[in-house]
């Protein structure tokens, strides 16, 4: 009997996760056979259970459904956790002491993109976030048909309250603070209404509603714009601080009672203070993208910084060899295992920064003001072609390196000189490349912009105004 088999297009399998423009290069064929693939990898690691959740993308039922068929197809029992944010289908993951788990989402990219994020669980075979050689793996087998078989069955299982209670259990305040929150018509939204209602203090919610076109403004917290909003609300409201997520709740962004945007190495430093309180000595983990003022900051506060490869699953995998409570990106992926699983979940990221506050009894401002001033850009991102944005890099690396530049290779090239440093690197998620610069005045910003301008235009691409 023939095999039945499957090519996925090599540009959705991403460095730790698959994602595609629906209908384009991610259809509900690829759903299914990555359903198969995946629930063949799990029952040879030796996992009989699977959850599945989905965000709130118009497509995503569709997907949903094509790759739990996948799934049961090889005899896993799926457990199917519905419509929610990413953090709850991890949350079900690991406090259901499930084998597996897969999400359908396509996080922060743009409303005609979907993707899956698979976890298998730490206690089998190659257990951990599912990324890099694993995706190739899943799709060579897909390639050969190479299949396990079986009839699985289906579950329907409501993790909401369970997760909500667990969201709480760590808030430490008792009058709470006055917060707006702007859930961008992500798919937190059920998950924040039920949260909100039982913290303490007063809350107003910004598109809470669950909308996959998402009407309202893209949900990337790291964008300015998409704040606006949220900074507007704040004012009006006299908040104490603003909180915002992306498109599946596992990146946050805050904005301080002054309406000024808290960047997510900003966050990190805050959230350390905390934590090294409890664990001094500490390894704290932030990715490249990431301000020297804050690997400064948690060497000042006695613990250890490392700077790591941007991308979640990366970070997850850092942060067990390491044994570090807190890891964080610019990007808002925010990780404690202090106190909870170490995935990235803004929900729970708000809770904690709410309860901080209280805590220290101070506010979110004073808490950014402590922070050394920083002559930085943003994250700038600019589009290239999706196959050749690696290659790029590459190339830019090769010259640096023949110049005898500083240069930190970690992920893509950080270059440091007696100016500040300048990064380039290509994104996991989005035919992109991401730069960042940071100076010690504006005039050394404005040498390292120009050093960086100049590295893209040897590479043969125009520099984006920034």
């Given at each position: 009997m023939t095999k039945e088999t499957h090519r996925f297009d090599p540009v959705i399998l991403r460095e730790y996760d698959i994602r595609g423009i629906v209908g384009k290069n991610l259809t509900e064929t690829d759903a299914l056979a990555l359903g198969r693939a995946f629930g063949t990898m799990v029952r040879r690691a030796g996992g009989q259970r699977v959850v599945v959740g989905y965000d709130g993308r118009t497509h995503s039922p569709m997907l949903e459904a094509a790759l739990v068929q996948g799934l049961t197809q090889t005899g896993l029992h799926v457990e199917r956790i519905?419509?929610?944010?990413?953090?709850?289908?991890?949350?079900?993951?690991?406090?259901?002491?499930?084998?597996?788990?897969?999400?359908?989402?396509?996080?922060?990219?743009?409303?005609?993109?979907?993707?899956?994020?698979?976890?298998?669980?730490?206690?089998?075979s190659g257990g951990g976030p599912v990324y890099g050689a694993a995706i190739q793996k899943l799709a060579a087998m897909a390639a050969e048909g190479d299949f396990e078989t079986g009839q699985g069955c289906?579950?329907?299982?409501n993790v909401e309250n369970a997760y909500v209670a667990r969201l709480l259990k760590d808030y430490q305040g008792q009058k709470g603070l006055k917060v707006v929150w702007d859930n961008g018509n992500?798919?937190?939204?059920?998950?924040?209404?039920?949260?909100t209602a039982q913290l303490p203090g007063e809350h107003i919610l910004l598109y809470e509603t669950i909308d996959g076109r998402f009407p309202h403004?893209?949900?990337?917290?790291?964008?300015?714009?998409?704040?606006?909003?949220?900074?507007?609300?704040?004012?009006?409201?006299?908040?104490?601080?603003?909180?915002?997520?992306?498109?599946?709740?596992?990146?946050?962004?805050?904005?301080?009672e002054k309406g000024r945007i808290v960047a997510g190495d900003q966050l990190v430093a805050i959230y350390a203070r905390e934590v090294l309180r409890d664990h001094p000595g500490a390894t704290i983990i932030a990715d490249v993208k990431a301000s020297q003022s804050l690997f400064d900051a948690i060497a000042k506060e006695g613990g250890k910084p490392l700077m790591w490869k941007t991308g979640h699953s990366l970070i997850k995998v850092k942060m067990a060899e390491t044994s570090s409570p807190l890891a964080g990106e610019m990007s808002g992926h925010i990780f404690f295992s202090d106190k909870y699983y170490g995935f990235d979940d803004a929900l729970y990221g708000g809770v904690r920064l709410i309860s901080l506050l209280e805590r220290f009894g101070t506010s979110l401002a004073a808490l950014r003001d402590s922070l050394p001033a920083c002559v930085n850009?943003?994250?700038?991102?600019?589009?290239?072609?999706?196959?050749?944005?690696f290659a790029i890099v590459e190339s830019v690396k090769a010259v640096l390196l023949r110049q005898g530049a500083a240069v930190d290779t970690t992920d893509g090239v950080r270059v440091s000189t007696s100016e500040g440093w300048w990064l380039l690197r290509a994104s996991n998620t989005q035919a992109v490349l991401v730069a960042r610069a940071e100076g010690r005045d504006e005039a050394s910003l404005a040498v390292l912009k120009a050093q960086l301008a100049h590295a893209l235009e040897e590479a043969g691409l125009t520099a984006p105004v920034f």
């Open positions: 519905g419509l929610g944010p990413s953090p709850m289908l991890y949350f079900a993951a690991y406090d259901g002491d499930a084998d597996s788990g897969v999400m359908v989402t396509g996080s922060h990219n743009p409303a005609d993109q979907n993707g899956f994020k698979m976890l298998i669980s730490k206690r089998l289906v579950t329907e299982k992500g798919a937190a939204g059920v998950i924040l209404a039920k949260l403004h893209h949900p990337d917290p790291t964008v300015a714009e998409n704040l606006v909003d949220l900074q507007k609300a704040v004012a009006e409201h006299g908040a104490d601080l603003g909180i915002a997520f992306d498109g599946d709740a596992d990146r946050i962004g805050a904005v301080d850009t943003p994250e700038i991102r600019f589009e290239v072609e999706e196959a050749q944005k």
